[in-house]
């Protein structure tokens, strides 16, 4: 098994998230580093969702992952041995999201100079992870249709937050009582500019959409 | 549709939690109401459960429901229009959580001189809900198949807390890669005496025995 770098994450000592979030952001637009942010419930498929988008854009980019979990390096590792990219795991020690200056300190554990993008596989949680900017780029989510079309009226932040919203599980629709056009309804009464784009990532359907979709955000 | 009872959670001033949350269970212990903290990811059929429960246990014990949501009533709304049960809704104003103080609030609401048992669905959130004592009398949470059976690993301290776990949406094993036999396994590493009870919510499988095993727990 391939052994993946684990960063124990230490709790910010700044009071001002938003301000350091900016001054991140404007330091990676200097670095020519697009950063994403990609959140979501546990067990929506992050992890399989960005193996699929890796393996298509990992030769045309220069890409890198940062899996934050409050334990275990499972991510991780499952990423490096599936799409040989450069992968490290954050613990957050039990903490519940990252905010910038703990996004920065993954970031210094990467080699920034040869990156385009960075991926930030942030914990699963609907709730914190809204709340906390990480000095992303861009912020995306993962639905999955078994947590149902209703979650924007439930979670109205992380919706509000998100440029995209990835729509995953689309293969099982059949067996949920989920209707995707309420569900992008609901989606867009938080953020009348969310780009939506449903996938599974366990078919493969809509990833290309996806990996297009992604480079072409890219500086 | 019914109207319920919206109460706009504070943020509690207690430094405490565990003492305050001890103190909470003592209080309900003399007043012989059972209180069960549910927990579980957004979309892993609390409400659902929930309902199935309930009409099962309604004419049996007097029950009263609590919901905790960042925002909306649209769960308080549903357990009183499919069940009947006296039921309301906390606003916990963005907090991911809930703890004793914020949970005392909304038993204040309720008549505890004729309520035996009080369910308290908390915020769906696998991470800070584990980390906060609400005073509970016992703690259950919701596990759902298509979210996967390494949650246990993932999330460890959400199953270490929890007396009961509910593996919930049995009825879609099929279409998801979740075993049932390694979930338990890793359910036992966090908490070697965890009761498990797999359920359907949707077809009513196990709701029967689920019910049964929380009428044994009250005094």
Known sequence: MDEVKIIEIKKSVFADNE???????TELKEKKVF????MSSPGSGKTTTLIQILNRIKNKVRVAVMEADIDGDVDAVKIKE???VPSIQLHTGGMCHLDAEMTRQGLDNLNLE???LVILEN???????AEFDTGATCNAMILSVPE?????LKYPLMFTVCDLVIINKMDVVPYFDFDI??????????NPNATIIPVSAKTGD??????????????
């Open 19 to 25: 301000k350091d979030a900016d001054s991140l952001r």
């Open 123 to 129: 914990v699963g949680n609907l709730v914190c992870p």
């Open 206 to 219: 809509g990833i290309d959409k996806l990996a297009e979709w992604l480079l072409k955000q890219l500086p």
């Open 181 to 190: 056009e309420r569900c992008k309804k609901y989606i867009h009464l938080r």
């Open 35 to 38: 950063l994403l942010n990609l």
């Open 82 to 84: 599936a799409t040989g």
């Open 148 to 152: 149902g079309d209703d979650k924007p």
């Open 114 to 116: 040869e990156t385009d």
